[in-house]
């Protein structure tokens, strides 16, 4: 594969043929956040966090799936992305029904990082929540769809990696959601062992069910703070 030559932010670097803007990016230590991709998974471009700006481009393009191309020029931290990478954040956090200091992920929660890294405090916009009752059917796998954000991490993880195709995403619009079957909980055996899903999920809306012994760990240790 041939060698390309592009300029990231004022300073010329070279990729490989078919590389992503964000592969080059991050192959030359430039961190452009995203909550959507996964080196192991198929870029789709859903979250849109990772756009960047691209001289010669009427609008920000995707830096996951977009190819970088022989003299391309291009500006990750621009005001204009910024300020969109901002906006993009905080209206996944004003539709975000996540209480964070009752979320076992809050302190890993990758939403809630690249919100303090892009400063983001209380979102300024007003729109409509999602809530949905807590899915606790399964004996493996505990789903709180308010805290999903529809990245589609754990609709590719399983379907690429564990080939189980469980996930998929249905309705459209504000109702957009990830089901399983047609609207059902999810009670599969095939998650019995498998914890792709849950690894691959960004935020709190995945995880797997606590054992007895563990709720009794998890008890003893609130009493004792």
């Not at 010669?56 to 977009?66: F, M, P």
């Not at 493996?140 to 308010?146: A, E, G």
């Amino acid at each position: 594969m041939g060698e390309i030559t592009v300029t990231i932010n004022g300073s010329q670097l070279s990729g490989s043929e078919g590389m992503t803007i964000l592969e080059a990016a991050q192959e030359n230590g430039i961190d452009i956040p995203t909550l959507c991709h996964r080196p192991e998974l198929t870029p789709i471009g859903a979250c849109r966090i990772c756009v960047v700006e691209v001289e010669g481009s009427r609008t920000l393009v995707g830096s996951c799936h977009t190819p970088i191309t022989q003299g391309m020029v291009i500006y990750t931290h621009s005001p204009k992305v910024l300020e969109t990478r901002k906006v993009i954040v905080e209206l996944l956090l004003a539709s975000h029904c996540g209480s964070c200091f009752m979320c076992d992920k809050a302190n890993v929660c990758e939403l809630r990082r690249i919100a303090a890294d892009l400063e983001v405090g209380l979102p300024r916009f007003r729109v409509r929540k999602r809530y949905y009752p807590i899915e606790d059917v399964s004996p493996y796998i505990v789903r709180d769809l308010t805290k999903c954000i529809l990245c589609r991490r754990c609709v590719r993880a399983c379907n690429e990696i564990k080939k189980a195709r469980v996930f998929g995403i249905a309705y459209r619009g504000f109702d957009s959601k990830v089901v399983v079957d047609f609207d059902q909980p999810i009670d599969k055996d095939v998650c019995q062992d498998c914890d792709v899903c849950i690894s691959f999920c960004p935020t709190g809306a995945l995880s797997r069910v606590k054992k007895l012994g563990e709720e009794k760990k998890g008890k003893a240790l609130v009493i004792s703070s």
